[in-house]
């Protein structure tokens, strides 16, 4: 089944051991990643080295463009391409901000695609201290969508047809603003409706505006943005369905995370773009759907039902673009959704196996 982390609760250590693991493992072909941000002694880097070295097909993704790490990322680009790794530097025109790994193995059944999803950058250092997602799968229709993914970007095909993943700057702005109009439909037609996102930023004009359509179609939004945000909540007849908070705590709120009700049958959506023109039509994007119902139903709990308790460390936008400290009232008792967090999902580390090699 596919596996969850919420970093910084759960430990970044399965994300590299999950590479280290299919550097070393005589079964695995081939590795694929993204590289946008890494630490200066990066084990993911040299997880991928060993694997070249292994004999092991390596292509990494790695953008030169990320702002104050290029000196970083040229370093360790060189270092791939002399053990071998096929080291793409960029794509033409966009900055790769997807945030992916694939593992190609061979196993009794056949090939199978492993694939990392994250919302953040494959820094263990940060990792301890921004808030962010790991999904972990092998479902095949996303390890198709991925494979397709890493074609396009190393230059092996052209297609930017996916079957599930809604991928920037090809579908992702049509896939989101299509799931915002049918919650507008549901509204319409009386059936349960809602839309709950948590991004870093919200400042694209086309989605702010589909958000305002979908508030006076009568759908309850729920906005957690940490930064900027160019919507203006509770107007009246524009946006009165709407509510916007920021949550600064102890950890940087990092994750980008989407829900929608669909009447009543709720969808949920991980990745690594935020409603920004720059991410929605000038960078590689993925944002990949929850599919596994349990872990849909973690994600709303532990990440966006908790933020929405937060009384301690939330402001409200207001809708002069003011923001306001959020208090307890009528006798409320002061939860802070970090903390409570540490205290629920503090937990032993979790590792990450491969299936059993072939006999």
């Known amino acids: 089944g596919d596996i969850l982390l919420h970093h910084p609760y ?31 002694n990066s084990p993911i880097v040299r997880a991928l080295t060993q694997a070249a070295e292994n004999g092991k097909q390596v292509a990494a993704l790695i953008e030169l463009k990320a702002r104050f790490d290029e000196e970083n990322n040229i370093h360790w680009a060189r270092t791939l391409e002399r053990v071998g790794a096929h080291v793409v530097y960029g794509f033409p025109g966009l900055k790769v901000h997807a945030k992916v790994i694939l593992v190609v193995r061979d196993e009794p059944e056949g090939i199978r695609r492993y694939v990392h999803f994250g919302t953040g950058n494959y820094n263990e250092k940060t990792a301890r201290t921004y808030t962010d997602l790991s999904l972990f799968t092998c479902r095949p229709e996303l390890g198709n969508d991925v494979t397709h993914l890493f074609n396009r970007l190393t230059g092996f095909s052209k297609t930017s047809v996916y079957d599930k993943l809604l991928v920037a700057p090809t579908t992702m702005r049509e896939g989101f603003t299509a799931l915002i109009r049918r919650e507008a439909e549901h509204a319409r037609a009386g059936r349960p409706s809602g839309i709950v996102a948590k991004l870093n930023a919200l400042s694209d004009a086309k989605m702010v505006q589909e958000l305002y359509a979908a508030s006076q179609a009568g759908v309850p939004i729920e906005l957690i943005i940490r930064g900027m945000c160019e919507l203006r909540p509770g107007i009246a007849g524009v946006s009165e369905t709407i509510r916007v908070r920021s949550v600064v705590g102890r950890f940087l709120e990092h994750s980008r995370v989407v829900m929608f009700v669909n009447g009543g049958n709720r969808e949920v959506f991980v990745g690594s773009a935020d409603w920004m023109g720059r991410n929605l039509d000038r960078r590689v994007e993925t944002v990949v759907p929850v599919l596994d119902p349990a872990l849909a139903e973690t994600i709303c709990d532990d990440v966006l039902s908790v933020l929405l308790q937060d009384n301690r460390k939330t402001r409200w936008l207001c809708s002069d673009g003011s923001y306001v400290r959020r208090k307890p009232h009528n006798g409320q008792a002061e939860f802070c959704a970090q903390e409570a967090l540490l205290a629920k999902l503090a937990q032993p580390e979790v590792a990450i196996e491969l299936a059993e090699p072939r006999a």
């Open 10 to 40: 759960d430990s970044f250590d399965p994300v590299m051991q999950f590479l280290e693991q299919a550097a070393e493992d005589p079964h695995v072909h081939a590795i694929k990643q993204t590289l946008y941000r890494t630490s200066g």
